[in-house]
């Protein structure tokens, strides 16, 4: 229960009380500043507790969007103060400051009516270091009038806002794709108040569309043209609910730190799940396109790499603008070139349209070639556009950027040898020629070879040297943002293509589970560093060998059972189960504990 204290009596004819209490707040009444402090202390230490103006006017939602939002330490509104239990110590000093300079909420002083104590509250918050999130309110009204003129002016702002109209249009995401916005949205938005109002959490819906969509993955792999049609219409219900389950935490304000957790990692699931689907049923009819389905998991996960990477690296560098930044944003100024931009780039909406449609009317090889060529599109126009950004701006990265690039460089004991042995010389901006090299040269070998040839066991040794080398040096120039998805490349293809030329039949299904395992990781390391909590432990990546280690590990298992293909197979099906069996508990124990943060993307298109 959380406790919410109103610092003085309440107005005549206020419906606070009945409001906080409808919030889930147990309201306490102080007669003044001494009694809130004494009330305050009073609240058990681990509960969220609220300071409430008793003259507060505002919405519903105003009290909610400042009192329940979970995902910030302290919140604040005109009249309206929360804390969680990390910063109640805060909050006892900051209103012991404050009282100290104004006067009791609901007195007069000589001069007219009381300072708004909670106002001061939350200045004196900030003051000690605490970041007090201040919502942004739009039409929504939230106010502490001086006077009763004043305060019938308040409630008769309050009746003109539609608080619920505003409350639907808020649990859209501010930014998403046109088929989301336009083909979605409209609707979804209109579940996700149904769902919310009767008592289903986002959770709750995200596990619906993530068994909506490995339903649709089963009907795929029929081979049939009617469970390809299921599969499709399934696909595109599943990303309704997908869609719904943000919407119902932010109508809600449901967040919540497993919430985070199965929003960040079930869309790949649930489209890798589709494209095995495909490829199985597929292989059904006599068409092998597992080599596809895997290319395809490798292109999506490698353009998400280098979004993650470049976002770590650039939204907290200190620069000046670019010609390309300045285009960019003259083409954001004409309405229909955002839409247009954000179409090419392919995010998930018109992804799983596509990926719906086609599978209703073709076939899974089709659908394939599309989701290839479209993706490779984006991948290319997204990657030059912010290489050309890196390339022609000046920015200072900063060492929090370094350190996440390092982080989700995925370096193992390998690299973290040649590392320390190499020390941080070199030139600045060296990673990203270093970590090109790395990766041009083992794909070259591993193309250009036989398969299972032992020189291709000599290019792997190199890249793990060449890897440690490229992360020696903090990574802090202006391309360095490229090493990790030059790795992921690396990494991921060297694992396709030894699969494609084994002789065994299964080698690229189970190059597909050991793919996705590692493609696990990687997004499970993003969206810890995106949620401040910094990246898995190093005993998980040191047991599970890096980027380099388990390169070098496939490409050994290549030569060594080069006349053995079935055994190529086992080999990688028990490295799969084995690094997925690591990491998914690593993983769940994290995300469930009390220390993972509560987040919610809200700006992930793609």
Not at 561 to 572: N, Q, V
């Amino acid at each position: 229960m959380s406790t919410a204290i109103l610092t003085g009596p309440p107005a005549p004819g206020s419906s606070l009380d009945a409001d906080l209490r409808s919030l889930g707040f147990d309201v306490r009444i102080a007669t003044g500043a001494e009694e809130t402090g004494s009330l305050l202390a009073a609240v058990p230490a681990g509960e969220r507790v609220a300071l409430v103006d008793p003259r507060f006017v505002g919405h519903l939602h105003a009290l909610r969007l400042a009192l329940t939002d979970p995902r910030f330490p302290a919140a604040a509104a005109p009249g309206a103060l929360s804390a969680q239990s990390e910063a109640r110590p805060a909050l006892g000093r900051a209103l012991t400051a404050a009282t100290a300079v104004t006067v009791p909420a609901g007195a007069t002083g000589a001069d007219g009516p009381a300072d708004d104590l909670t106002g001061a509250v939350a200045d004196a918050l900030d003051a000690d270091g605490v970041a007090v999130h201040r919502p942004q309110l739009g039409t929504l009204v939230a106010t502490v009038p001086a006077d009763a003129e004043a305060r019938d002016e308040a409630r008769a702002a309050v009746a003109a806002v539609d608080e619920e109209a505003v409350r639907l249009r808020s649990a859209v995401k501010a930014q998403d794709g046109f088929f989301t916005t336009f083909c979605v949205s409209p609707y979804s938005r209109y579940l996700a108040r149904w769902c919310a109002r009767r008592g289903l959490t986002p959770n709750q819906v995200t596990t619906a569309s993530l068994l909506t969509a490995l339903i649709a993955a089963g009907c795929a792999a029929t081979g049939e043209r009617g469970g390809y049609i299921a599969a499709g219409v399934l696909l595109l219900v599943s990303f309704v609910l997908d869609c719904t389950d943000g919407q119902i935490a932010r109508y809600s304000l449901q967040y919540s730190t497993l919430g985070a957790w199965l929003d960040a990692t079930f869309d790949r699931a649930k489209e890798y799940a589709f494209y095995a689907g495909l490829a199985l049923g597929s292989a059904r009819n006599g068409d092998d396109v597992w080599a596809l389905a895997l290319g395809a998991m490798v292109l999506m996960t490698c353009r998400h790499m280098v979004d993650f990477a470049f976002y770590e690296a650039t939204h907290d560098a200190t620069a000046g603008t670019s010609p390309s930044a300045a285009l960019s944003g003259r083409l954001d100024s004409v309405g229909w070139t955002v839409w247009v931009r954000r179409i090419i780039i392919l995010p998930i909406g018109e992804r799983w349209a596509m990926i719906a449609v086609l599978t209703a009317v073709t076939t899974p090889r089709i659908v394939f070639w599309a989701l290839l060529a479209g993706c490779a599109f984006a991948a290319c126009y997204t990657t030059a556009g912010r290489v050309l950004r890196s390339v022609t701006r000046k920015a200072k990265r900063t060492d929090r950027a370094a350190q996440a690039l390092a982080d989700l460089a995925d370096s193992g004991p390998v690299a973290g040898l040649v590392a320390r042995i190499i020390g941080r010389s070199g030139a600045s901006g060296a990673g990203v020629v270093l970590a090109a090299i790395a990766t041009g040269g083992l794909l070259f070998a591993v193309l250009d070879r036989p398969f299972g040839d032992r020189q291709t066991v000599i290019a792997a040794i190199g890249y793990a040297v060449l890897a440690g080398a490229a992360v020696a040096r903090p990574l802090k120039g202006a391309l360095d943002w490229l090493v990790p998805p030059l790795f992921r490349v690396a990494e991921y293809t060297t694992v396709l293509v030894l699969a494609a030329r084994s002789d065994s039949a299964h080698a690229l299904p189970a190059a597909f589970g050991l793919v996705a395992a590692v493609a696990y990781h990687h997004y499970d390391t993003v969206y810890r560093i995106r949620g401040g909590t910094g990246a898995p432990p190093t005993w998980l990546v040191r047991v599970t060998g890096g980027h380099e280690g388990r390169t070098l590990l496939v490409v050994a298992l290549a030569a060594l059972l080069a006349d053995r293909g079935d055994d190529f197979t086992l080999a990688l099906t028990a490295l799969a189960v084995a690094v997925a069996l690591v990491w998914l508990v690593e993983s769940i124990r994290f995300w469930v504990s009390s220390g993972a943060p509560a987040v919610h993307d809200e700006g992930e298109t793609a």
